[in-house]
């Protein structure tokens, strides 16, 4: 009876450990779309995230799918509840649709998450009209 409830004791451990909530970042967009942007002009966005998991987050790597794009990035620990951000800045060079990615390394429950920058590159006369919708 007594090994009984000693392997209890070590199986309701390990299973409390394990759902145990790390990290966990909840962002308030994963993509964002410019819309149609100048080329030459480039453009930023600010991905914020607030940590609503138990253990503090942090950001080991941030890198973007071309040189292109030029990420930065929250490097201190953000706690539990507080807020952290990646910022993404497109070189809008090339004319055209476009669609990169902004891949974010951490110790959160997801290790891995991608965000995304999409829009179209056009000329100063194009970015300057009105869309009719």
Do not use: D, R, W
């Amino acid at each position: 009876m007594k090994k009984f409830f000693s392997v209890l004791v070590v199986l309701l451990s390990v299973a409390s450990v394990s759902f145990a909530q790390k990290g966990v970042m909840k962002f308030k967009e994963e993509t964002h779309n410019f819309g149609k942007i100048e080329q030459g002009k480039p453009v930023t966005q600010e991905f914020v995230f607030t940590n609503v998991g138990t253990e503090p987050i942090i950001i080991s790597n941030v890198s973007a799918s071309c040189g292109c794009t030029t990420p930065s990035y929250t490097k201190a620990p953000v706690l539990p509840g507080k807020t952290g951000s990646v910022k993404a800045t497109y070189n809008a060079a090339a004319m055209g649709a476009f669609n990169k990615s902004i891949t974010v390394f951490s110790n959160a429950e997801s290790p891995t998450l991608t965000l995304f920058l999409k829009g179209e590159v056009v000329t100063k006369e194009a970015a300057a009209k009105p869309s009719s919708k």
